[in-house]
T-cell receptor, first 111, second 114 residues
Framework: GEDVEQSLFLSVREGDSSVINCTYT??????LYWYKQEPGAGLQLLTY?????DMKQDQRLTVLLNKKDKHLSLRIADTQTGDSAIYFC???????????FGKGTKLSVKP | DAGVIQSPRHEVTEMGQEVTLRCKPI?????LFWYRQTMMRGLELLIY????????DSGMPEDRFSAKMPNASFSTLKIQPSEPRDSAVYFC????????????FGPGTRLTVT
């Protein structure tokens, strides 16, 4: 299909790791992005990975990319209540293509 | 920097009325994007500009929607006439030259058409 797919909901306990998964569609996508949306706010760029990388780590965030399966994941270590938000995966299709967003995964963190 | 500024934050209007949404991008950014977010369809790109010129408006749903960018610091999205199915949150985003996909979003305008 043409959609970027994500599961809609994820619930974890505070202190646990969260893993948010995404499948994308265009094998030629150069960059893949994770955006975060807190309630009542716009999207905020969290991190991105270049398509020739397998992994990128940024403090508590780890992005894994499996190009063969077109699978992207975001791992949040030591998840905090402040991490509760909707997380969007996005792919950039081609040099002049637009960002295509998934529908977002709502992460709920329970104390 | 104040970030991307959108106004109004909330708009309630009756079907058939004209609605104008406003956006001030981050100073120095070359790209400006208008998105619409609904529960059913998620986040959809409506149109984007580069250096005030519309580049891709293929996401604009129909002729009732129009967008302008008269200068580098201001853009409008107009819906005339509005319909209940236009109810959504409309986001404006901007990005600097060379990093088009690293977009900075405004807080959005929640539009309700009754």
């Amino acid at each position: 299909g043409e959609d970027v797919e994500q599961s809609l909901f994820l619930s974890v306990r505070e202190g646990d790791s969260s893993v948010i998964n995404c499948t994308y569609t265009d094998s030629s996508s150069t960059y893949l992005y994770w955006y975060k949306q807190e309630p009542g706010a716009g999207l905020q760029l969290l991190t991105y990975i270049f398509s020739n990388m397998d992994m990128k780590q940024d403090q508590r965030l780890t992005v894994l990319l499996n190009k063969k399966d077109k699978h992207l994941s975001l791992r949040i270590a030591d998840t905090q209540t402040g991490d509760s938000a909707i997380y969007f995966c996005a792919e950039s299709r081609g040099s002049q293509g637009n960002l295509i967003f998934g529908k977002g995964t709502k992460l709920s963190v329970k104390p | 920097d104040a970030g991307v500024i959108q106004s109004p934050r909330h708009e309630v209007t009756e079907m058939g009325q004209e609605v104008t949404l406003r956006c001030k991008p981050i100073s120095g950014h070359d790209y400006l994007f208008w998105y619409r977010q609904t529960m059913m369809r998620g986040l959809e790109l409506l149109i984007y500009f580069n250096n005030n010129v519309p580049i891709d408006d293929s996401g604009m749903p129909e002729d009732r929607f129009s967008a302008k960018m008269p200068n580098a610091s201001f853009s409008t999205l107009k819906i005339q006439p509005s319909e209940p199915r236009d109810s959504a949150v409309y986001f404006c985003a901007s990005s600097p030259l060379g990093t088009r996909d690293e977009q900075y979003f405004g807080p959005g305008t929640r539009l309700t058409v009754t």
